[in-house]
């Protein structure tokens, strides 16, 4: 007789790791480290800087490949200024999970020599290209400007401008390279220059627009520009200018439901902290300019640069931000390893008049540090539904599985930030606390409950963004401390706001006794 039986199989690559459910857990895995791969390790080539192969991450970023086998690949080059002159490429595929180096580091780089002493000009370089004598692109700070695009059989990796050049002072150069991932092969890709100022930021940023074809470049503000790259002509273009002085150190992603390009980036300060904020340029007009976002829930921590991870989870719309640390040298600097940031769009109105919801999520165990922040370091990966980090070159790749999906929603909702308006009428025999609020804005919220000295008083239905009333009694002459918080429909609760209600002493409303002496007469004489 046959018996069946039910089994679930799940089918993984060889060597990968197929995408758990979500739930908030942190990894760091691989064979060996991007380290492991250094071209140089006795540090005496004529391209190893002060740092080595540590360099390649100084000030620099990493993008996903997802066409790089089956499950993609993270792809990291960079140095600049005389951290690292190499110029090398390094992957990191899911389906092995061990570091390879993809190219060697051009034979044409040369010694730290300049042309004329005081000058930032090395010798043996196109310097207005970015380029070697053999068409390989300069080693540069290439902040979170790296950008994988279709290409080959394995994609292309894009270095679309070129930061604080190796060897140089402040120089950059504003023309496109790539990178075929399946041959190891640099070309110069740009036909043109991208309309960056060229002093020693030519692109902070990019993301992918994959429905226009287009790889989008922002650099500082206060004179920024925000460009595009045509894929399909090879030509850069200014789609705007913006005056704002947000954009500095920025990382950016698009996000696909709302057409956006997201920035998250500080205003910049040479001397203080600056709040960390959310700008959105519309892809749609993008002459339209840059927009600062309404920003609800838990406040972004404020520091002086701002080279923070932030990328878009594509399969929940929510973007997420992870702040790292960043000690280089500054004494209002940040150390955050354990907390990410989620961000929501607004689940109705406009985008632009719409309010974009923060929640501050913990991690059940640290990142790895940065030391100089993760930029663009910290990646999306779709294909395996998890957010990668490679935090330095001697460090394990870390993994994170956003709280969503079958594993379950985790992440409360935003603390309240609006206290609730509280009117107090005298009812006999008591006085009546009529308590009204508003829900926040996130799409998730089912219920508010209000707290009274500590304890759960109510416990309502409601709707984001609706009303809600609550009413309790009071004998007066007292202060009561009210909470209330909101929760979502799995049942996660946020942070209470708590304030305080001040309820007078009950009116007098009992009436003199009647008089008890009897009164005088006196008598009233006219004189006339």
Not at 50 to 77: E, F, H, K, Q, R
Not at 145 to 169: E, F, H, R, V
Not at 393 to 420: C, E, F, H, Q, R
């Amino acid at each position: 007789m046959w018996q069946w039986v039910n089994y679930t199989v799940t089918m993984v690559p060889k060597g990968g790791v197929p995408p758990p459910p979500g739930n908030n857990m942190v990894e760091l895995v691989g064979t060996n480290t991007l380290k492991d791969c250094d071209p140089n390790p006795a540090r005496n080539a004529v391209y190893t800087g002060v740092s080595g192969v540590n360099g390649i991450v100084a000030d620099c970023g990493m993008t996903y490949a997802p066409d790089y086998g089956t499950l993609g690949a993270l792809v990291v080059t960079g140095g600049g200024h005389a951290d690292y002159g190499g110029n090398e490429v390094y992957v990191f595929p899911f389906d092995t999970m061990t570091w390879v180096r993809l190219t060697e580091p051009s034979t044409a780089i040369q010694p730290l020599v300049f042309n004329t002493p005081g000058t930032n000009v090395p010798i043996g370089c196109d310097l207005v290209h970015g380029e070697h004598s053999d068409g390989t692109p300069l080693s540069n700070h290439n902040y979170s400007s790296l950008q994988a695009i279709p290409g080959g059989n394995k994609g292309l990796l894009l270095s679309y401008t070129k930061n604080n050049i190796c060897w140089t002072g402040q120089e950059s150069s504003p023309w496109s390279h790539v990178c075929d991932l399946e041959t190891g092969v640099w070309s110069r890709y740009s036909v043109n220059a991208a309309p960056h100022r060229w002093d020693n930021i030519a692109a902070d940023a990019t993301c992918y627009d994959a429905s226009r074809g287009r790889v989008w470049g922002v650099n500082r503000g206060g004179s920024g520009i925000i460009s595009y790259l045509d894929l399909a002509s090879k030509t850069h273009s200014a789609a705007l200018g913006y005056a704002v002085n947000g954009g500095y150190l920025a990382t950016c992603a698009r996000t696909p439901v709302n057409d956006l390009m997201l920035l998250c980036s500080a205003i910049y300060s040479e001397t203080v902290g600056a709040p960390t904020q959310l700008y959105a340029v519309d892809l749609k007009s993008p002459g339209s300019g840059i927009k600062y976002l309404a920003l609800f829930g838990d406040v972004l921590p404020s520091v002086r640069y701002c080279p923070v991870g932030f990328d878009w989870d594509t399969a929940n719309n929510v973007g997420w931000i992870y702040f790292g640390n960043w000690t280089w040298g500054e004494t209002d600097g940040i150390n955050d390893t354990t907390h990410v940031y989620r961000v929501t769009p607004p689940i109705s109105g406009s985008w632009i008049t719409g309010t974009w919801s923060i929640s501050k999520v913990a991690l059940p165990s640290a990142l790895p540090d940065c030391v100089n922040g993760p930029y663009s370091r910290w990646r999306y990966c779709s294909k395996i539904s998890k957010f990668a980090l490679v935090s330095k070159a001697g460090n394990k790749v870390a993994l994170w599985t956003p709280p969503s999906g079958s594993g379950g929603d985790t992440i409360a909702p935003a603390k309240p930030i609006v206290a609730l308006n509280a009117i107090i009428a005298w009812s006999v025999p008591m006085y009546n606390v009529l308590l009204h609020g508003t829900a926040g804005p996130e799409s998730d919220i089912a219920k508010v409950r209000i707290y009274k000295n500590g304890v759960l008083a109510s416990e309502q239905a409601v709707a984001p963004l609706a009303t809600f009333n609550f009413t309790m009694m009071s004998a007066g002459a007292e202060t009561l401390s009210i909470g209330h918080s909101f929760v979502d429909g799995a049942g996660n609760e946020s942070a209470q706001l708590v304030q305080t209600v001040v309820v007078p002493a009950a009116p007098d409303l009992t009436a003199p006794g009647a008089p008890k002496t009897p009164m005088t007469l006196v008598s009233v004489v006219w004189v006339p």
